[in-house]
């Protein structure tokens, strides 16, 4: 096997060119060009691109588990945040091949792609971001290792910036099998280099959901308990999606006992279903696609929604329960209180979307669409009960959209016969010109005064909102519409309320700004308004969104001044900056103003350092960082339980934001 995936690469590169020497310049600029270009071969340099590095090595240890050969991986984050992926496969080839002057696993190691494509034998799909393979990860990094235990012996190799510091070495034997990579992302590329413990628990505990029986395991050297103990996570899961679907709902009321789940294999696509109904009102359907979250959707989702609302209608019409329905029932009416995770392998799958998040293959839809069918008839069939239970609550869903629409109609209806008008609270901007307005949305009336003083009126508007808008997870839809704080950002905003069916389509060309700013606090209360107000928009105006129109406004957390000096900081590193350079590294020998909140600075400061276009930082709201608030949230807001609220207040909102 190893000698076809040698021969295979050797075949593909000797399509490019006939002669060796040649090929291993190709070699070189491949990683070159990774260098040069990270982004486009991780997605960014930031928080995320770092945590990428570490899903591709752990993918290809999937991978293995997958192929059948390997049951363990264990992530450890080092003390100096490099961090090691061991895993107890096969162990990565290391047989020394002819033409290409050097082993498989340098190969593997430093030729762009080729670790996608080998082991053609066993079921491959490769996740990873862009499936770009552990090469990438070795480019990106200052220091790489890889430990093969394999046929008795321990070999090892060493890179630095991809480049091999010298041959493959064989250092020992020993009993077991395996592959352990140990990698350092590299400062020069990345703007941050520190790991977040909780981004890569959840991704780890996703992939233990979506892979069923290994064993995941986290280690952090980083943090120690009382003890002395390392944090320590293991994710195992036997019962895959089921599992994930009880992790998701832990905090709803489930509506029925059991989850609805299928393992299958249509048209040579394996798919991986789990339904479940709670009492909430949200929809929280996630999918993926080789284990890549899915967040713009695509063919699969589109088949689930398609399979779920024909088998249920199908359903409750033979059943007779839709006979009094005076009005008609519609897709979402199906999804109300619906969680759901499906899950396909797809060989060659076709990511499209502006995050390539979005499956195109057209024949998955048929696939998912018949699996969901083929489940969801034999549950209703052997369970009649909850299958009366389920059809009750979507007649329940289809008479509150009614009663939204009328509470809708009412509210429109108000507006135009008070001419209208713009709510009294927002301070509306001079220009009449929209690609170039900006609207602050603001946390509260005085910092909103404040922001009407320091702003500039012609182009800037400000909407003070008043404390915490309401949690829209938990909220009835017509409740959502009747709160004054949602009317009035929808009427400042020029959008009317969507209806069902075209609210994440919003009709952006009357939008007023095309610049909509969250401004709140710096602290843990302003944070957790910023994932409500996200939230909002994910649920109630993705569409604007997607087309870039959404910002978080960044205020400073110190002023720091020593005599003539004056600085604002927004981090740490700053302070301690300044405190270096005019302070003599003495914290007492120079004057520090921390803002706690908005309200503590004037309009001029607020100006200067968070309204000005010339000197602020607006952080873009992407469509994945509101689809991970909204999921975070409605992960753990379910129930406004204690511990899960501090979690939101120390993981959820800029864990995930490119900064
Ligand atoms: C292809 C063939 C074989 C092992 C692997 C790939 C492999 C790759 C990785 C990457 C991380 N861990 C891994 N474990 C295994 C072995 C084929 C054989 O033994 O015949």
Same mark, same amino acid.
Not at 484 to 511: H, M, P, Q, R, Y
């Given at each position: 096997m190893n000698q076809e995936f040698i021969d295979e690469n050797s075949r593909n590169r000797a399509q490019n060119s006939n002669d060796y020497s040649a090929n291993s310049i190709t070699v070189l600029e491949g990683l070159e060009a990774v260098r040069k270009r990270p982004a486009m071969y991780?997605?960014?340099?930031?928080m995320k691109g770092l945590h990428h590095l570490v899903y591709e090595v752990v993918d290809n240890s999937i991978d293995e588990a997958m192929a059948g050969y390997c049951d363990t991986i264990d992530v450890i984050i080092r003390n100096d945040n490099s961090i090691s992926v061991r895993d107890n496969?096969?162990?990565?080839p290391v047989d020394h091949h002819e033409k290409e002057g050097k082993s498989a696993l340098e190969v593997v190691m430093?030729?762009?792609?080729?670790?996608?494509?080998?082991?053609?034998?066993?079921y491959k799909v490769s996740g990873g971001l862009h499936g770009v393979g552990v090469s990438c990860v070795n480019a990106l990094s200052s220091y790489l290792k890889a430990e093969v235990h394999r046929k008795g012996k321990i070999y090892f190799q060493e890179y630095s910036t991809g480049i091999p510091k010298s041959d493959i070495q064989q250092v020992g034997t020993t009993d077991l099998t395996g592959t352990i990579v140990t990698f350092k992302a590299d400062e020069s590329i990345f703007t941050q280099v520190e790991y977040k413990y909780s981004i890569l628990a959840s991704r780890m505990r996703e992939l233990a959901f979506l892979n069923r029986g290994i064993t995941i395991t986290l280690t952090d050297e980083r943090e120690q308990d009382e003890e002395g103990n390392n944090k320590f996570e293991k994710f195992h899961s036997e019962r895959g999606l089921e599992e994930f679907v009880e992790f998701i709902d832990e905090t709803r009321e489930k509506l029925t006992e059991k989850v609805i789940h299928i393992t299958t294999e249509k048209n040579d696509v394996p798919v991986e279903l789990a339904i479940q109904y709670n009492t909430s009102f949200s929809e929280n359907v996630y999918s993926y696609v080789n284990n890549i979250?899915?967040?713009?959707?695509g063919t699969h989702l589109t088949g689930f929604r398609r399979g779920l609302t024909r088998t249920l209608k199908t359903f409750a019409e033979k059943s007779g329960m839709?006979?009094?329905?005076?009005f008609d029932i519609n897709g979402d009416d199906f999804r109300e209180g619906l969680t759901a995770v499906i899950s396909v392998k797809v060989q060659e799958p076709q990511f499209e979307g502006q995050t390539k998040t979005?499956?195109?293959?057209?024949?998955?839809s048929l696939a998912v669409d018949q699996a969901v069918s083929t489940a969801l008839n034999y549950y209703l069939e052997e369970n009649p009960r909850d299958a009366k239970i389920i059809v009750d609550k979507v007649i329940l869903a289809a008479t509150a959209r009614h009663a939204a629409r009328k509470a809708r109609e009412l509210v429109q209806r108000k507006t135009v016969m008070t001419?209208?008008?713009?709510?009294?609270?927002l301070s509306d901007c001079?220009?009449?010109d929209p690609a170039s307005y900006e609207v602050f949305l603001v946390e509260g009336d005085s910092a909103g005064g404040t922001a009407k003083q320091g702003r500039n009126r012609r182009f800037q508007a400000i909407l003070p909102l008043r404390?915490?808008?309401?949690n829209v997870e938990k909220a009835l839809q017509h409740r959502v519409f009747e709160s004054e704080e949602i009317k009035n950002i929808f009427t400042a905003l020029g959008v009317?309320?969507?209806?069902?069916?075209d609210s994440k389509a919003?009709?952006?060309?009357?939008?007023? /700004?095309h610049k909509v700013v969250i401004m709140t606090d710096a602290d843990v209360d302003g944070r957790h308004i910023n994932t409500l107000i996200m939230t909002f928009f994910f649920r109630f105006m993705r569409e604007l969104i997607v087309e870039g129109y959404l910002y978080i406004a960044t205020p400073p957390l110190y002023l720091l001044k020593k005599g003539k000096n004056e600085r604002y900081c927004w981090s740490e590193q700053q302070r301690m900056d300044f405190i270096r350079e005019f302070g003599g590294g003495k914290e007492d020998a120079v004057h520090i103003q921390r /803002?706690?909140?908005?309200?503590?600075?004037?309009a001029e400061q607020l100006w200067d350092t968070t309204m000005n276009p010339e000197e602020r930082t607006l952080r873009q709201i992407t469509i994945e960082s509101a689809a991970e608030a909204d999921r975070v949230f409605s992960m753990l807001m379910g129930d406004d339980v204690p511990p899960r609220r501090e979690f939101i207040e120390e993981n959820a909102t800029y864990a995930n934001i490119d900064v």
């Amino acid at each position: 096997m190893n000698q076809e995936f040698i021969d295979e690469n050797s075949r593909n590169r000797a399509q490019n060119s006939n002669d060796y020497s040649a090929n291993s310049i190709t070699v070189l600029e491949g990683l070159e060009a990774v260098r040069k270009r990270p982004a486009m071969y991780i997605g960014d340099i930031g928080m995320k691109g770092l945590h990428h590095l570490v899903y591709e090595v752990v993918d290809n240890s999937i991978d293995e588990a997958m192929a059948g050969y390997c049951d363990t991986i264990d992530v450890i984050i080092r003390n100096d945040n490099s961090i090691s992926v061991r895993d107890n496969g096969r162990g990565i080839p290391v047989d020394h091949h002819e033409k290409e002057g050097k082993s498989a696993l340098e190969v593997v190691m430093t030729v762009l792609h080729a670790g996608g494509k080998f082991d053609k034998d066993s079921y491959k799909v490769s996740g990873g971001l862009h499936g770009v393979g552990v090469s990438c990860v070795n480019a990106l990094s200052s220091y790489l290792k890889a430990e093969v235990h394999r046929k008795g012996k321990i070999y090892f190799q060493e890179y630095s910036t991809g480049i091999p510091k010298s041959d493959i070495q064989q250092v020992g034997t020993t009993d077991l099998t395996g592959t352990i990579v140990t990698f350092k992302a590299d400062e020069s590329i990345f703007t941050q280099v520190e790991y977040k413990y909780s981004i890569l628990a959840s991704r780890m505990r996703e992939l233990a959901f979506l892979n069923r029986g290994i064993t995941i395991t986290l280690t952090d050297e980083r943090e120690q308990d009382e003890e002395g103990n390392n944090k320590f996570e293991k994710f195992h899961s036997e019962r895959g999606l089921e599992e994930f679907v009880e992790f998701i709902d832990e905090t709803r009321e489930k509506l029925t006992e059991k989850v609805i789940h299928i393992t299958t294999e249509k048209n040579d696509v394996p798919v991986e279903l789990a339904i479940q109904y709670n009492t909430s009102f949200s929809e929280n359907v996630y999918s993926y696609v080789n284990n890549i979250n899915t967040i713009e959707g695509g063919t699969h989702l589109t088949g689930f929604r398609r399979g779920l609302t024909r088998t249920l209608k199908t359903f409750a019409e033979k059943s007779g329960m839709l006979s009094k329905l005076k009005f008609d029932i519609n897709g979402d009416d199906f999804r109300e209180g619906l969680t759901a995770v499906i899950s396909v392998k797809v060989q060659e799958p076709q990511f499209e979307g502006q995050t390539k998040t979005k499956l195109g293959n057209s024949d998955v839809s048929l696939a998912v669409d018949q699996a969901v069918s083929t489940a969801l008839n034999y549950y209703l069939e052997e369970n009649p009960r909850d299958a009366k239970i389920i059809v009750d609550k979507v007649i329940l869903a289809a008479t509150a959209r009614h009663a939204a629409r009328k509470a809708r109609e009412l509210v429109q209806r108000k507006t135009v016969m008070t001419g209208g008008g713009l709510p009294g609270k927002l301070s509306d901007c001079s220009d009449k010109d929209p690609a170039s307005y900006e609207v602050f949305l603001v946390e509260g009336d005085s910092a909103g005064g404040t922001a009407k003083q320091g702003r500039n009126r012609r182009f800037q508007a400000i909407l003070p909102l008043r404390g915490k808008i309401l949690n829209v997870e938990k909220a009835l839809q017509h409740r959502v519409f009747e709160s004054e704080e949602i009317k009035n950002i929808f009427t400042a905003l020029g959008v009317t309320i969507g209806t069902e069916e075209d609210s994440k389509a919003l009709n952006l060309a009357k939008l007023r /700004y095309h610049k909509v700013v969250i401004m709140t606090d710096a602290d843990v209360d302003g944070r957790h308004i910023n994932t409500l107000i996200m939230t909002f928009f994910f649920r109630f105006m993705r569409e604007l969104i997607v087309e870039g129109y959404l910002y978080i406004a960044t205020p400073p957390l110190y002023l720091l001044k020593k005599g003539k000096n004056e600085r604002y900081c927004w981090s740490e590193q700053q302070r301690m900056d300044f405190i270096r350079e005019f302070g003599g590294g003495k914290e007492d020998a120079v004057h520090i103003q921390r /803002y706690k909140g908005l309200g503590e600075m004037n309009a001029e400061q607020l100006w200067d350092t968070t309204m000005n276009p010339e000197e602020r930082t607006l952080r873009q709201i992407t469509i994945e960082s509101a689809a991970e608030a909204d999921r975070v949230f409605s992960m753990l807001m379910g129930d406004d339980v204690p511990p899960r609220r501090e979690f939101i207040e120390e993981n959820a909102t800029y864990a995930n934001i490119d900064v």
